[in-house]
Structures are given as structure tokens and as C-alpha cells.
């Protein structure tokens, strides 16, 4: 069945340092990949997503490129800041329907 | 006003309670869907409705129960609580128009705990 493996966290980080969280996917056919981050306290967010090979989503600094040929979906930014300090969950959702299949989710903290 | 609401944020109960969570949406989606998410594992699909007269089981369903009272609230049952049910619980509603590109909008969670 279709899952999602994403690195273990936490990512603990300076202020300003490249950011890399790496996400797998194992589907069939052709799935939409998505990043959502939840801030402390708070729901999920989507934070970007792409629906086909080679698309590269982009949001808030953060981007992430759909690869089909290494099934990845890796989701970078090149400057983090204190305020992106996060739980960042990958996800995919494919076929006919609108079911996500997620990650176990990466903590972000980014200290000063 | 959030778009995807959830009552109560907080609650706790003892082992054999029934307890629901309920949930309004404002966006005019036509799809619901319950999770649970614990530490390390993620979130997992407990239930899903696709409109009012359609209710599916997700990958943990036992245990719960769901209904669609209108397109807006979807509610989850725990019938007699458990302490492994202790979770934290989130709604999200997805559109079917094509080309939504599947994006699911979540609600704030509610935090269960079961004594």
C-alpha cells in the first residue's frame, strides 16, 4: 500500500541555516505529494504541495520538488527562522480520493 | 471566524465514558474526516465522509463511531473510552471540485484524555 517515511527528528538548527527534511514515498500511479506544518498548540496547515513529477511547490521560503524517479519529495529552506519551529508532516494522497497517508511528522526548532 | 471548528479543545474523562467530539466546517466542503494523532506515529485516518449519506472506515476505526448530521458537522463517538484513546483528535474537510489537488483544511484538534 502507499506510505510516506520522513527523517526523524528533531532538527535542531541556529537561526539562518539551510534546512533540509527528507520525505520517501511509496504509492502507485501517480500521487499528489503535500508538506503541512502544525505550530505548537495548533491544527495542521498546508504549507505546499505539488501534483506531478518535477513540480516544485513553494511557499513562506520553503520548497520541496516531486521526484518521481528517487520517490522523493524532500523539503528545504535555505535561511530558517525562530518562527518556523514546527512539527512538518509529509503526506500523499492518490487514486480517486481524497485520503492523506502522512509521515510521522519532523520537529523543527531553531534556536537564535 | 476559523473556517473548521472543533468542541471541546480539552477534555477529560474516566475509562467507560461515552464522549463526542464534534466538529462545524463554514467552507462549504462536501468531504469530512476524522484522525488521531499520537507521538511518533503520525496521523491516522479513524473515519471519513464523502458527503451526508456516505460514511467510510478508516485505517483505525474500532472503536469509534461517526455521523453525519449535515454537510457541516461531522461528529466522532467514543462509545466507552479507553485509555489508549487518549489522542490528540483533528477534523479536516477537502473539496471534490476537481482540480482541489486533494488539499485537506484542518481544524484547531481537540486533546483527549482518558483516565
Known amino acids: 500500500g502507499n506510505s510516506v517515511t520522513q527523517m526523524e527528528g528533531p532538527v535542531t538548527l541556529s537561526e539562518e541555516a539551510f534546512l533540509t527534511i527528507n520525505c520517501t514515498y511509496t504509492?502507485?500511479?501517480?500521487?499528489?505529494l503535500f508538506w503541512y506544518v502544525q505550530y505548537p498548540g495548533e491544527g495542521l496547515q498546508l504549507l505546499l504541495k505539488a501534483t506531478k513529477a518535477d513540480d516544485k511547490g513553494s511557499n513562506k521560503g520553503f520548497e520541496a520538488t516531486y521526484r518521481k524517479e528517487t520517490t522523493s519529495f524532500h523539503l528545504e529552506k535555505g535561511s530558517v527562522q525562530v518562527s518556523d519551529s514546527a512539527v512538518y508532516f509529509c503526506a500523499l494522497s492518490g487514486g480517486n480520493t481524497d485520503k492523506l497517508i502522512f509521515g510521522t511528522g519532523t520537529r523543527l526548532q531553531v534556536f537564535p | 471566524d476559523a473556517d473548521v471548528t472543533q468542541t471541546p479543545r480539552n477534555r477529560i474523562t474516566k475509562t467507560g465514558k461515552r464522549i463526542m467530539l464534534e466538529c462545524s466546517q463554514t467552507k462549504g466542503h462536501d468531504r469530512m474526516y476524522w484522525y488521531r494523532q499520537d507521538p511518533g506515529l503520525g496521523l491516522r485516518l479513524i473515519y471519513y465522509?464523502?458527503?451526508?449519506?456516505?460514511?467510510n472506515k478508516g485505517e483505525i476505526s474500532d472503536g469509534y463511531s461517526v455521523s453525519r448530521q449535515a454537510q457541516a458537522k461531522f461528529s466522532l463517538s467514543l462509545e466507552s473510552a479507553i485509555p489508549n484513546q487518549t489522542a490528540l483528535y483533528f477534523c479536516?474537510?477537502?473539496?471534490?471540485?476537481?482540480?482541489?489537488?486533494?488539499?485537506?483544511?484542518f481544524g484547531p484538534g481537540t486533546r483527549l484524555t482518558v483516565l
Open positions: 465522509s464523502f458527503d451526508v449519506k456516505d460514511i
Open positions: 504509492a502507485t500511479g501517480y500521487p499528489s
Open positions: 479536516a474537510t477537502s473539496d471534490s471540485v476537481a482540480g482541489a489537488m486533494n488539499e485537506q483544511f
